[in-house]
């Protein structure tokens, strides 16, 4: 089989992905583990993480193991890339594993906005494990954010979704805060039966901390029956249109037709209440901006910018987008495979 042209990645704070693309847009792998967070497992620690998910990926294609240069262009959009430090960082250090004769390593968000827009410039927001926010301007300029967690003001991914689930489970349970299905629903999650018993075991290390990230999804569907759920979305709606608002003022596009692509395991989906409170708030910036959930996945956009690269045309974007977004959904659809058959 011939070899890829483009290596992408789409690393973030709980999963990762790895494809091989072919210069044609034919996707020849894609390959799921575990999270290559930088800031959590230093620059060679992620790149240990995404090195071994390409040998993977070199078997799923039936490719030879690495023998010096895999690919022509190497495209890594990663959740710790999140200042130009990190990003130098991180390209030096993958550069030196001379994966591919050239490497890109951005930020996961320009992965989202890519993977929403063929124009190559709006605002894209991206809420996984945690939340960030970058803006492209039709003349190249960019906005972005630390996304350094609370300590540079970010609130709104997952932990902090299923962390604002438990505490108002353990308030509901002793009359501090008003009754909550969470209550009931945030223990069961973990099997177990009240919210005391998940702080004590969370407490006493029987169970992660990090674990609270698994109630986002629970967050988000109790919404639409539960006053607390709904508060709880409502602020992600707002920090949502916040990071747009700031990015969209920087860049003077506020009265301009830009899109605002969201991305990321929270608002990948995202549709109905979360949706509608984030569509709302952007009508108060200016009546021509659209907001809506990427049409492809991250990894997808990782890859096209891949192939930017080489100059591919919309023939071989579009081959792209049908056969790695196909791939993702079979990947997606059954969380304990780590391939997925491509073609």
Request: glycine residues 12%; negative net charge.
């Amino acid at each position: 089989m011939t070899a890829p042209a483009v290596i992408a990645v789409d690393g973030g704070g709980s999963k990762t992905d790895v494809a091989l693309v072919r210069a044609d847009g034919e996707a020849l792998a894609l390959v799921r583990g575990p999270s290559s967070q930088a800031h959590h497992l230093g620059v060679e620690g992620s790149l240990d993480v995404i090195e071994g998910l390409l040998d993977e990926a070199l078997a799923a294609a039936k490719l030879e193991a690495r023998i010096g240069s895999v690919a022509e262009v190497a495209a890594l959009t990663l959740a710790g890339a999140d200042s130009p430090a990190d990003e130098e960082a991180l390209t030096a250090a993958a550069r030196a594993r001379a994966w591919s004769t050239r490497t890109i390593v951005l930020n996961d968000t320009f992965a989202i906005l890519r993977a929403g827009t063929a124009r190559g410039w709006g605002v894209a927001v991206t809420c996984g494990s945690g939340i960030n926010c970058v803006g492209v301007a039709p003349d190249g300029r960019h906005a972005r954010f630390p996304s350094l967690g609370s300590i540079s003001g970010d609130w709104g991914g997952g932990y902090d979704l299923g962390l604002a689930a438990v505490s108002a489970a353990a308030r509901s349970e002793d009359g501090r805060g008003p009754r909550t299905s969470f209550e009931r629903l945030v223990p069961a999650h973990f099997g177990l039966k009240t919210p005391t018993e998940l702080a004590e075991a969370i407490h006493d290390g029987r169970i992660s901390q990090r674990r609270v990230i698994e109630l986002a999804p629970l967050v988000l569907a109790e919404a639409a029956d539960d006053e607390v759920a709904a508060a709880i979305v409502q602020r992600l709606a707002d920090e949502v249109v916040a990071l747009a608002r700031v990015a969209l003022a920087r860049l003077d596009l506020t009265d301009q037709p830009v899109e605002v692509l969201l991305g990321g395991g929270v608002l990948q989906d995202a549709d109905g209440d979360v949706l509608a409170a984030i569509e709302a708030g952007l009508r108060e910036i200016g009546g021509r901006i659209s907001v809506r959930p990427t049409a492809s996945p991250a990894i997808v956009g990782a890859a096209l910018l891949g192939l930017d690269e080489l100059g591919a045309g919309d023939d071989e974007q579009d081959r792209l987008r049908r056969e790695l977004g196909a791939a993702f959904e079979r990947l997606d659809g059954v969380p304990e495979l780590r391939r997925s058959n491509v073609g």
